[in-house]
């Protein structure tokens, strides 16, 4: 059976954009297009019989590799991020908040949509497992002094500003803290550029309270670009997994993320 049930509004959206083939549930391999102006119980009848579908998680991620890249090591521009190697709760976290609205990109929406949490975090932990290296970072195209604010605001922070350092919850290494906080190397500039801007205009959500909400609202714009240049031009550890926990509680709590054992639940 076809797990499919598109309402009329994500018939409208599935016209927009490419059209990743989509393998899930099913022993069929459809492709969007035939599901564009069908009811869904001709849907069903109108897929075209597919060789014997092998259901393991490789075939069911095909749908994700079309846009993140093979293995989900990210596309070529800095649109599509990287997905392999992140930690699962983080990931989870984010299939959650695209398929629930807290953030916005309808193809993959509509991808999630008919999935179980169960599956989902499936599917998180796939991903999370895979240890895959990094592309050298590319060199910044902003002055020394931009970079030397940069590395101040992720390592000290701003007191005056009361924005505390992108180590105290991404790390000390910023290669994030399991299972639920990503690491804030290996990825292109305009992807954290994106996701700051996302937070402060309130596109991008996550579990409340939302730290990363408030820190993007306390960063003012030269101070996204100062952070963001000195983050993508670092090159990933050799050792790039996540941190097993935060050595203290962060000073501001982050619905998202596990305290550290005996700080407060958030
Ligand atoms: C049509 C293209 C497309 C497809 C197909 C797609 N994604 Fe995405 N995905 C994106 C884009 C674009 C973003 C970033 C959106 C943004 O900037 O918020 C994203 C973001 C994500 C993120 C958040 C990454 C992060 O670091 O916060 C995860 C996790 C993810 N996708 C997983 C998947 C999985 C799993 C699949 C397969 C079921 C999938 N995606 C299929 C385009 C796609
Ligand atoms: C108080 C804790 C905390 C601090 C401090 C913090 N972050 Fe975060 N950050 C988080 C958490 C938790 C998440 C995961 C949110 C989610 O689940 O969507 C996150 C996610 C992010 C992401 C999304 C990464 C992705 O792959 O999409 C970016 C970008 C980011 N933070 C940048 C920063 C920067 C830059 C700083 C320093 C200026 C910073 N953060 C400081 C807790 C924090």
Not at 181 to 203: C, I, M, S, V
Request: net charge positive.
């Amino acid at each position: 059976m076809v797990a499919f049930n598109l309402s009329a509004r994500r018939r409208r959206a599935c016209r927009t954009g490419p059209r990743p083939p989509v393998r899930w549930h099913s022993g069929r391999s459809v492709t969007l297009k035939y599901l564009l102006f069908l009811p869904p119980a001709l849907v069903a009848l109108a897929a075209p019989a597919a060789p014997v579908f092998e259901d393991t998680m490789a075939q069911r991620v095909l749908a994700c590799s079309a846009c993140h890249g093979k293995e989900g090591r990210a596309g070529p521009d800095g649109y599509y991020p990287r997905i392999a190697g992140k930690p699962a709760g983080y990931l989870y976290h984010q299939l959650l908040n695209f398929r629930d609205g807290r953030r916005h990109y309808g193809l993959m929406a509509r991808l999630l949509d008919p999935l179980s949490d169960q599956y989902l975090r499936e599917i998180a932990r796939h991903f999370a497992a895979l240890d895959l290296p990094y592309p050298a970072p590319r060199p910044a195209a902003v002055a020394p002094a931009v970079l030397q604010r940069g590395e101040v605001l992720a390592r000290q922070g701003d007191a005056a500003a009361r924005l505390p350092p992108c180590t105290q919850c991404h790390g000390e290494r910023l290669t994030g803290v399991a299972p639920n906080t990503p690491g804030l190397l290996g990825l292109p500039r305009d992807y954290l550029n994106a996701q700051l801007g996302a937070w402060r205009a309130g596109e991008r959500r996550a579990h409340a309270p939302d730290c990363m909400a408030q820190i993007a609202r306390r960063l003012p714009a030269p101070d996204v670009t100062a952070v963001t240049a000195w983050l993508a031009a670092q090159p990933v550890p050799a050792d790039a997994r996540p941190a097993a926990t935060l050595p203290r509680p962060p000073s501001i709590a982050c619905g998202s993320a596990v305290p550290p054992p005996g700080g407060p639940r958030p």
